[in-house]
């Protein structure tokens, strides 16, 4: 990038580049542009014409600065977000011009793109266009690393699309990714410069897919440069504030400019050394810091002959007599006040076509010979209120666009609308793309509200289509409103779109709102298929926010209904039964659907029946649910229904839990979930994974896994929050984090104060293992039998290890275990295998207890059969439990058992529960080891600190100058359990690191 130097003789810092060479002269740089532009084919010369715009950049050091480092560290592969903010004619797109420009000398690639003002902006097209602006617009560069990406991409731009692509993955996540692989194979070598403009316009897929990007650039080569408007707040303020507190994006607030620099500008901008004190003071009085209005009032002064060039040197008339426009717009409305009528009447058709305008579509619009148009055209330049940009014309701001509108009458402008309109259907067929919109703005301008509300009836369809779904909401909701009351015709599928909006947002209160409205409003008139179609979709909706008796309602009117599909209303109601616990009854339905689909129905229905049969199945027989899950994902893979075959290996995925616990096929359905988008069963896989890792205690990986779970499921508002919370808690159980786990509770049960499998896992699983790893076995036994009690007493969907652990450590502590082990087989607890396991441990006790040492250590040795190895702490505490039982009973082998425990426990930092297990190896009278040969014991002057015998071997090994990684494989721990034990240690010895090692050699023992 190009360093900013300093202009000789005038102070301002100003960047390097082709502006550099005009500096200092009256021309601006356009001039060359704009002859070569209206040249031959539209016959107009405009090239003559002086534009005011300064040629320098004046003052910004600072933003200059910050920028010039992003893009630094964006080439060094730590890409990021920068925000430009301020009024309007602040100076953004000019800082960011100045950015494309050292970027692009940089050989950077550079994409622009920008949000256009209107009543509804087009979702994502400031992507689209600044992906399509590095001039490839007819196919997406070839790169194996884009395949998977490519049905997002199509999305974006439309001439990207595939025609065999198939539908389905709408997610952002998806979307975002894509969009960061492809910026990524544009800039293979040196970096990418993304510039997004006037997002203050944004539609909100736009939005959310830069709140994307920006959170996560920063390992790319990307620099992402975004332009707003703050003064109005809106969504994309809110927006830049989030990322900016969050560290996603740098935002800078551009300020005023101050009087001298405003004086340095305005003689850049008429090309002088410097302007007499009088005009600079008058223009720096008028334009009040605003780069813009300084060009514009000089613009003003020089159209109007005020201000003239004599020999080089400039001369003001009487400045005071020169009339002071109030506003900016009254300046506007003056210059076109000096212009005949044909002329404004061009300008005034202009700008109802927007303030980027096709010149074509002029002369239809106002029936004057392309020769007139482009003669008004030129006289637009002149006056300052238009300019040429490449191919095409443009108000010069957004600012001079409104003042043009506001300066026709309101008939004058309806007029126009309607003639303008004609004009853009005839020019464009079908208006496709982005006309759609712009027509629908110029029928409703136009004052006919029925063409304006089918215009943006299909705007929303198309948005529906793309999955753009919050501009699809916002489109509908203005055609609704447009449209009002009376015209039943295009009422109904405006409000029929709404509810398919709503329901695949999941805002399903919303869409079963609408939908009955829809129904009631339409009464009998309406279609059988039709209406009954509607009713299922409010079952669909109402089912994946788990309102079982809203479901039941809708299915049961669709069933009654003649032109319903018999396997889809099964289908359906197989889901609610199951939903609510009735099983029997969603496996009889499931059965039904299945049968009738096979026989050439929806291959949909196939995969949701035989899901619902093998959830049914799996509550008895791991093998036929296996059966059933592995089948829909054979079919759904077969017929391409990817959503349907990730449904399939989630279960599959549940089914190794139940068995092994081993959380593999989960990891893959995932990766799988994520790639395609399904961003609610990306969440349910998550809540699975922390469960599973739970059980085998790698808590910081459960409670990463369980909080993306319910960070997707607040945003989405998905029905698994309450449990994703309940597994953050059980992890911080297992850290031995009180307060964070009481407080994870207290928020699962605020949203689920009913769920019995919540309460019974807040007491069961999350407080009771707390309990247990400090050695309160009495606490733990009472609260596990607090969390059964909640659990057997409803059908419950999940069997967690503590309903095996229950009866274990009342076997042991003589409380009903007997009882508890055969309420929990009559609930089906045991095909969970390692409930199962645990129960058999408890079968042992008990036949110890009853002086059968044989049977005792049959059933040990039972269950030790049955605990795989992924069930490793499970195993550990059941030997310590079973052991202690024995030591007093008199069978099996309790001191190798606990000698193996020890270690264990030892090794994982669960100290209370490896020190109960010497505790018990003392007793016993069994040589009790050492944690690790060569340790000492703990040395009593670190005993009296409160240092426990983890920390003293971390200590040793501190001693012998190892780093935390280190220490970590050596002592079988995760890093992070060092850092907490170094961390301690420091905190209980009040030394410094360093000072650590010397500590321990002065030590006894
Ligand atoms: N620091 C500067 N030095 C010289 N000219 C400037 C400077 N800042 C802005 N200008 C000029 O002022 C005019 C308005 O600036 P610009 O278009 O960048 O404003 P903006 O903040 O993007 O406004 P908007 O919000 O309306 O898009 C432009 O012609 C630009 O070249
Ligand atoms: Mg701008």
């Not at 208006?431 to 712009?438: D, E, K, Q, S």
């Not at 027509?439 to 509300?453: P, T, Y």
């Not at 049959?858 to 059969?865: G, K, R």
């Not at 425990?901 to 009278?925: E, I, N, S």
Request: hydrophobic share 50%; aromatic share 4%.
């Amino acid at each position: 990038m190009a360093s900013p130097t300093r202009s000789p003789g005038r102070g301002p810092r100003v960047w390097l580049g082709p502006t550099r060479k005009t500096e200092g002269r009256a021309v601006s740089p356009r001039r060359h542009r704009t002859r070569r532009l209206c040249g031959p084919a539209a016959g107009a010369d405009t090239g003559h014409v002086r534009q005011v715009l300064c040629p320098v950049l004046v003052g910004r050091d600072e933003e200059t600065g910050h920028l010039q480092a992003a893009l630094a560290a964006a080439q060094a592969g730590q890409g990021g977000t920068v925000l430009l903010t301020g009024e309007a004619g602040i100076g953004k797109s000019r800082l960011v011009r100045e950015l494309a420009r050292a970027a692009g000398a940089d050989g950077f690639t550079v994409l622009t793109g920008r949000a256009v003002a209107g009543g509804v902006p087009t979702p994502f097209r400031p992507f689209a266009e600044a992906l399509v602006s590095a001039g490839r617009a007819e196919r997406l560069p070839v790169s194996a690393e884009l395949d998977p990406f490519r049905p997002a991409l199509g999305r974006l731009v439309p001439e990207w699309r595939q025609p065999q692509a198939a539908a389905g993955d709408e997610s952002l996540v998806y979307l975002g990714e894509a969009v960061l692989r492809l910026l990524r194979v544009l800039s293979p070598d040196t970096g990418c410069l993304l510039v997004l403009e006037d997002l203050h316009w944004a539609d909100r897929e736009t939005l959310a897919l830069l709140e994307y990007l920006a959170d996560n650039l920063s390992a790319e080569r990307v620099l992402c440069a975004g332009t707003l408007r703050d003064e109005e707040g809106g969504e994309a303020a809110v927006l830049a504030a989030a990322l900016e507190a969050r560290g996603s994006a740098a935002v800078l607030p551009l300020a005023r400019l101050d009087p001298a620099a405003m004086a340095r500008m305005a003689a850049a901008c008429v090309g002088a050394a410097q302007l007499p004190d009088t005009i600079q003071s008058f223009v720096a009085g008028q334009a009040e810091g605003i780069p813009f209005l300084v060009e514009e009032v000089l613009a003003a002064l020089i159209g109007e002959g005020a201000l003239t060039e004599r020999d080089g040197s400039w001369h003001a008339a009487d400045l005071v007599t020169a009339a002071v426009p109030a506003t900016f717009a009254d300046a506007v409305r003056r210059r076109l006040d000096a212009v005949d009528a044909d002329s404004r009447q061009v300008l005034g058709a202009a700008a109802v076509l927007g303030r980027r305008f096709d010149w074509a579509l002029l002369s239809p619009v106002t029936g004057m010979a392309d020769a007139a148009v482009v003669a008004a055209l030129r006289r637009g330049v002149g006056l300052q209120l238009v300019a040429t940009d490449r191919e095409s014309f443009r108000f010069r701001h957004a600012l001079t666009h409104e003042a043009v509108l506001a300066a026709l009458l309101p008939p004058e402008r309806a007029l126009l609308a309607g003639r303008a309109l004609a004009a853009v259907e005839a020019a464009h067929p079908g208006v496709p793309g982005a006309w759609c919109m712009l027509a629908a703005d110029l029928a409703e301008r136009a004052g006919d509200a029925a063409r304006a509300g089918a215009l943006l009836l299909e705007a929303g369809r198309r948005d529906l289509a793309v999955g753009a779904l919050a501009s699809a909401e916002h489109t509908l909701a203005r055609a609704q409103a447009v449209i009002g009351p009376d015209n039943a015709a295009l009422r109904t599928p405006v409000d029929e779109a709404l509810t398919e909006v709503f329901a695949m947002s999941g805002q399903v209160d919303r869409a079963i709102e609408m939908g009955r409205t829809l129904l009631a409003r339409l009464g009998p008139g309406l279609p059988d298929a039709r209406a009954a179609n509607l009713h299922l979709g409010i079952a669909r909706a109402a089912i994946a926010g788990a309102q079982w008796a809203e479901a039941a309602a809708s299915i049961e009117v669709a069933r009654g209904s003649p032109g319903a599909d018999a396997a889809q209303v099964d289908a359906c109601a197989a889901q609610v039964a199951i939903g609510q616990g009735r099983l029997a009854e969603a496996d009889r339905l499931a059965r039904a659907a299945l049968r009738a689909a096979e026989d050439g129905g929806p291959p949909e229905v196939v995969c949701e029946a035989l899901e619902v049969i093998g959830r049914v199945a799996r509550q008895r027989d791991l093998e036929e649910a296996e059966r059933a899950f592995a089948r829909s994902a054979a079919v759904a893979s077969a017929h391409g229904l990817q959503l349907w075959h990730l449904r399939a290996l989630h279960e599959l995925g549940t089914i190794d839990q139940l068995r092994t616990e081993s959380v593999d096929r989960l990891e893959q359905a995932r990766e799988l979930a994520v790639a395609q988008g399904a961003l609610a069963l990306t969440a349910a896989l998550d809540l699975q994974i922390s469960a599973g890792l739970n059980k085998q205690f790698r808590a910081d990986e459960a409670l990463a896994a369980a909080r993306r779970s319910a960070d997707a499921s607040r945003r989405f508002h998905l029905a698994v929050l309450p449990m994703a919370l309940i597994f953050q808690a059980t992890a911080h159980a297992i850290r031995g984090e009180r307060e964070a786990m009481e407080a994870r509770i207290a928020d699962a049960i605020s949203l689920a104060p009913a769920d019995q499998d919540v309460l019974g896992c807040a007491w069961g699983h999350c407080r009771a293992t707390f309990s247990l790893l400090a050695g309160d076995l009495g606490e733990a036994h009472a609260q596990m039998a607090t969390g059964a009690e909640l659990m057997l007493s409803s059908p419950a969907a999940i069997a967690p290890p503590f309903l095996g652990l229950w009866p274990l450590l009342g076997a042991l502590l003589d409380r009903d275990a007997a009882e508890g082990a055969a309420r929990v087989r009559a609930a089906r607890g045991t095909r969970h295998l390692v409930v199962a396991a645990l129960l058999g441990y408890a079968d042992a006790i008990l036949a110890g207890r009853q002086g059968r040492p044989a049977d005792a250590d049959a059933a040990f040795a039972a269950a030790e059969a049955q605990m795989g190895p992924l069930m490793a702490w499970y195993r550990h505490y059941a030997r310590r439990l079973a052991a202690e039982a024995a030591l007093a009973d008199g069978w099996g082998e309790p001191a190798p058992w606990l000698r193996e425990a020890a270690a264990y426990f030892a090794a994982r930092g669960d100290d209370r529960v490896a020190a109960a297990c010497r505790g018990l190896l003392r007793r016993a009278g069994a040589p009790v080891p050492r944690q690790r040969p060569g340790d000492g014991e703990l040395p009593g002057q670190l005993r009296a600190l409160g240092v426990t015998e983890r920390e003293a071997d971390v200590l040793r090994l501190v001693a012998q100058g190892l780093g935390n990684r280190e220490i970590a494989e050596r002592m079988f721990l995760s890093p992070r359990t060092v850092e907490k034990h170094v961390a301690s240690l420091l905190a209980k010895t009040g030394l410094r690191r360093a000072q650590l090692a010397g500590y321990s050699a002065g030590l006894d023992g």
